[in-house]
């Protein structure tokens, strides 16, 4: 049975509803009040002993539907993770909430998995996470079982389908879970995945009778923006100068990208770090710590930083170039504003990235088939049709929220939930507009498409549409067109925007083969004769006024005594070797910020403040709040946050 987010939570009225030791659970341990529609499904599903598959987006928190019933139940849950620092991350937030939990990974310190062996023997543990080899390691399983293995939860489930974007053969080897384990119920997380992948996943890990649970893709408090890149450098630091202080992950392509653009970041003073996977692993830790630690707010990395990287206040996402699909896209994005607070994500895009990318897929399939490879050429076909949609969405005027949820394979009332107007995307904030003229401009780069031969690519077309004298227009003779000039009014980069539309709508081909150039296809020719209707867009105001910045005053929070909660956490995290959000998330710092707590019990009371929390932080930060409080009310100008 598949059940989306709008089935929500029952209210329990049933003193003996198996829910209810969760539920405290959950209270005590984690600080939550209460448990989020799709997590109680969850969790009912897990407590009964059946298997399933829950889809919900990046933040959704997923991670709670398998720690708390792990905690209410007899037995161990293990938890296959395929990135060693998110298993770190986890095991660390959980024993800060005073959970016994451990992992067994390839690179330990004897002494810590030691201590993991010794946890396990004497049945404390209750978590155990594990990477995928270490789980289907000869013997390993049997010995799970003999010590009352009770779950198996796996994260980034959609890493065993070959349809996902993200596929990782040892994962594979997970579908030999069920044959093994016959009776142990499984249950599969994932934040991406569209209806094929999530046949798939229930598939390959032979999923009994699952539950299927998919979650609202849509991310409410990201504000999505996409723009045609004109100057990169000065696009990527007007966004980052909307977000001082806080964190931000400028994405490139590729490794050159991405150390050009962070020098030319940093000649114009913005503190910044280069990562990819190119650079020496001494620094890439660093870079990866620094960020995790709040010591340093930007990074410009090519996607190998992102699975390992945890921060929850991450304010910003650009994109310097097009991702080569949706899913992609949504999950790097997904990495910003994973508190819930609002975060924006930026797009710039420009019709040479969809060229670049759909040569080298070309190029990989052609290689594929070469070498004999089954199924190149279904594999060449998904690759371009995720590439197009990304390509469409990009340049696409409509809803960028409704566009995702709709590529989710949500159902439409899904995207007829999120508001018209969303005001949390530019096409609803009104940030482009539809060119008034639209249909004539476009007829006029078609006309000159056609009157061109239909045999150059986008760039000549650009010059002989703008009227410019360049060596190629006099050697073709296309000074001459009746088309030459025609838009000589626009800019060359914003004519250049029009011709990517015009792909991205499908009424202008690009050739394949050596040479990039344009054609019509029939919808441009129709469109030239006016039997249908071209839309192209222009960005209408400049993007400094529009931030989407959570601000303490929003949540009704002292600023000051923010940035001082924040310096606090800062301290302690090194204190304790801890990424600072495994102390308290900003959301409860914001809430500390606003409350202004003055007692253990009314700590206690704020979102994110468990028992163990209270008992192991709360006097720090009572104290740093009185302080604050009792400068204030003298008149004193409190002092500044801690300099790191
Ligand atoms: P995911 O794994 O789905 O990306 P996480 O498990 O990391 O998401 O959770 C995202 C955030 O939501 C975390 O900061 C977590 O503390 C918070 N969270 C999860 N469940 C609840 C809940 N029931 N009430 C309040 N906050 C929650």
Redesign the pocket.
């Known amino acids: 049975m598949e059940t989306s987010a709008a089935a929500l939570s029952q209210p329990i009225a049933d003193p003996g509803d198996p829910l209810l030791p969760v539920l405290e659970v ?1 209270r005590r341990t984690f600080g ?1 009040e ?3 529609p799709l ?1 109680d499904r969850a969790i009912r599903a897990t407590l009964e002993g059946r298997d399933a598959l829950l889809v ?1 987006p ?7 539907c398998y720690q708390a019933p792990a905690l209410v139940r007899a037995g161990l849950t293990v938890v296959v993770s395929p990135l060693i620092s998110l298993m770190q991350d986890q095991v660390d937030a959980l024993r800060a909430d005073g959970v016994p939990a451990g992992m067994l990974a390839s690179g330990q310190e004897g002494s810590d998995r030691r201590e993991v062996e010794r946890d396990l023997e004497s049945r404390r543990m209750r978590l155990l996470y594990l990477s995928p080899e270490r789980l289907m390691s000869p013997g390993f399983l049997e010995r799970l079982v003999g010590l009352d293995l009770c779950a198996i939860a796996i994260d980034e489930a959609h890493c065993i389908s070959h349809w996902g974007h993200d596929f990782r053969p040892e994962y594979r080897q997970m579908g030999e879970l069920r044959r093994r384990l016959p009776t142990t119920p499984i249950q599969a997380y994932t ?1 991406t995945a569209t209806p094929r992948v999530r046949a798939d996943i229930a598939a390959q890990l032979r999923l009994r009778e699952p539950e299927i649970l998919v979650g609202r893709f849509d991310r409410p408090n990201l504000t999505y923006r996409v723009q045609a890149r004109r100057d990169l450098v000065l696009d990527v630091e007007a966004v980052i100068a909307r977000h001082p202080r806080e964190a931000g992950i400028v994405y490139c392509l590729r490794r050159t990208d991405v150390e050009e653009l962070c020098a030319a970041l940093q000649a114009r003073g913005v503190r910044c770090e280069p990562y990819h996977a190119g650079l020496d692993p001494g620094a890439r830790r660093r870079t990866q710590r620094a960020f995790q630690s709040e010591e340093l707010d930007v990074v410009v990395a090519t996607v190998a930083f992102g699975m390992g990287i945890d921060r ?1 206040d991450v304010r910003f996402v650009v994109h310097a170039s097009l991702p080569k699909g949706v899913e992609q896209y949504s999950q790097e994005t997904g990495r910003a504003g ?3 607070l609002p975060a924006e994500c930026v797009l710039f895009y420009g019709g040479a990235d969809y060229h670049g990318w759909k040569s080298l897929i070309e190029h990989s399939a052609r290689e594929a088939r070469e070498n004999g490879v089954e199924n190149a050429g279904a594999d060449l076909d998904d690759a371009l049709e995720r590439l197009a949609h990304m390509w469409s969405l990009a340049t696409g005027a409509a809803c960028r929220h409704k566009s995702l949820c709709r590529y989710f394979g949500e159902t439409d009332d899904a995207a007829a939930a999120v508001p018209k107007g969303c005001r949390a995307c530019d096409v609803c904030l009104g940030e482009i507009a539809r060119v008034a003229d639209g249909q004539v401009v476009a007829q006029k780069i078609l006309s000159c498409i056609v009157k061109t031969g239909q045999r150059f690519g986008a760039t000549h077309v650009t010059d002989v549409l703008r009227g410019a004298r360049t060596e190629k227009v006099r050697q073709t003779g296309h000074d001459a067109l009746s088309t030459y000039g025609l838009l000589a009014q626009h800019a060359a980069r914003e004519i250049r925007a029009w011709i990517d539309q015009l792909v991205g709508q499908g009424h202008v081909r690009v050739a394949d083969g050596e040479y990039p150039t344009l054609f019509l296809s029939k919808s441009g020719v129709e469109v030239l004769r006016d039997e249908q209707q071209a839309t192209l867009l222009a960005p209408v105001l400049p993007q400094a006024k529009r931030a989407a910045k959570p601000s303490a005053a929003d949540e009704g929070a002292d600023e000051a005594l923010f940035e001082r909660l924040r310096g606090l956490r800062r301290q302690l995290a090194r204190e304790r070797g801890v990424p600072p959000y495994v102390i308290f ?1 900003d959301r409860t710092l914001l809430s500390m910020a606003a409350r202004l707590p003055a007692s253990p019990e009314e700590l206690r009371a704020i ?2 403040v468990g028992d163990k929390k209270a008992a192991d932080l709360g006097p720090a930060f009572l104290a740093e709040v009185a302080s604050f409080v009792r400068a204030r009310e003298s008149g004193i100008a409190p002092a500044a946050p801690p300099v790191d």
Do not use: E, H, I, Y
Not at 58 to 64: D, F, H, N, R, V
């Open positions: 959950v939550f209460s448990l989020r997590q919900m990046t933040g959704g928190g997923k991670s709670l934040a929850p994973r508190d819930g998330n979102k994110g």
